[in-house]
């Protein structure tokens, strides 16, 4: 059951929350001069048209990357994006947004490599033909949770496995819980990050705790509140796990995440937090 589709919600508050932390990630672990491995377990299509039927029929992205767009005092882990962004939209009016294969491919070097799990036929064949060129890219039509583990550790030693599911099936969880045990596990050092959505309070602390639970250190958990939590609100948060986060990446977003707070509020009761374990 493959029903979920990202064009939907391309561009939206979680994306741009998502992309903030990941394209700041990659960010500082560029600033070494050793090759890297980048493994994305739920890769999408690569990029998205915000004018199809899909972006168009709730316009989220109105409501999240179009609220910054031009923005001329981001702090520079938004600023970071948003020169990204524009890169992949081109000249004039807000019409693409990227996703996360195509942020990191243009956030790393020659000598890093990726690979990328799209299980979705449609969005597999998108996402192999975006890529078909690129020499260090493989795009797999595999199930990226049950793949990822057996690509850690690379020979690199040095990597980020993203972990982005839609948690439609209520099993997920447990599944995303259980591939991060085993990927940190054989690779004790690579940072993984792990999208997850607020729709209820509750469940999001749960998940938070059951991880938590697994030792997986150092953690640092990002979040960001567009409104007040209250049931039937549908999205109205999201967040990423980070085990290992690279050096000062929690400075960095302690100023990026009460900016993007302030500029995507809905109601007044916008919040983010950036808490993290000692390392
Ligand atoms: C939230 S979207 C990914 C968005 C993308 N990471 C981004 O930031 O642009 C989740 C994607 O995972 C795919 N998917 C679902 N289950 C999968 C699995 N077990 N392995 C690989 N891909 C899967 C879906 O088809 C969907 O395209």
Redesign the pocket.
């Known amino acids: 059951m493959?029903s979920?589709?990202?064009g939907f919600h391309?561009g939206n508050h979680a994306?741009v929350l998502?992309?903030t932390v990941l394209t700041a990630i990659l960010a500082r672990l560029i600033a070494k001069d050793k090759p890297l491995r980048y493994i994305?377990?739920?890769?999408?299509?690569g990029g998205y048209d915000l004018n199809t039927p899909a972006a168009q029929k709730n316009r989220e992205h109105a409501a999240g990357i179009g609220r910054i767009w031009l923005a001329p005092d981001a702090p520079p882990a938004v600023a970071r994006l948003l020169e990204l962004a524009y890169r992949y939209n081109g000249e004039g009016p807000l019409r693409r947004y990227p996703?996360?294969?195509w942020l990191a491919h243009e956030s790393l070097r020659a000598e890093d490599r990726l690979q990328l799990?799209?299980?979705?036929p449609a969005?597999y064949r998108r996402l192999a033909n975006d890529f078909a060129r690129a020499r260090n890219v493989r795009v797999l039509h595999?199930?990226?949770?049950k793949g990822c583990i057996g690509l850690v550790p690379p020979p690199e030693r040095r990597g980020v496995l993203?972990i982005?599911?839609?948690y439609e099936r209520t099993e997920e969880q447990r599944e995303v819980i259980d591939a991060a045990v085993k990927a940190h596990q054989r690779f004790a050092t690579g940072v993984i990050a792990i999208w997850y959505p607020i729709i209820d309070r509750y469940a999001a602390d749960k998940f938070e705790r059951a991880l938590r639970a697994k030792g997986l250190t150092p953690f640092s958990t990002y979040e960001l509140c567009v409104a007040k939590a209250e049931r039937d609100r549908g999205l109205f948060g999201s967040g990423m796990f980070v085990v290992n986060p690279p050096w000062q990446l929690d400075d960095e977003l302690a100023v990026a995440l009460p900016w993007l707070a302030k500029e995507l509020d809905r109601d007044g009761a916008a919040n983010w937090r950036c808490e993290s374990t000692a390392r």
């Open positions: 493959l979920y589709l990202h391309s994306d998502k992309h994305d377990t739920h890769a999408g299509a996703g996360s294969p799990f799209e299980l979705h969005e595999e199930d990226g949770l993203l982005d599911p839609s």
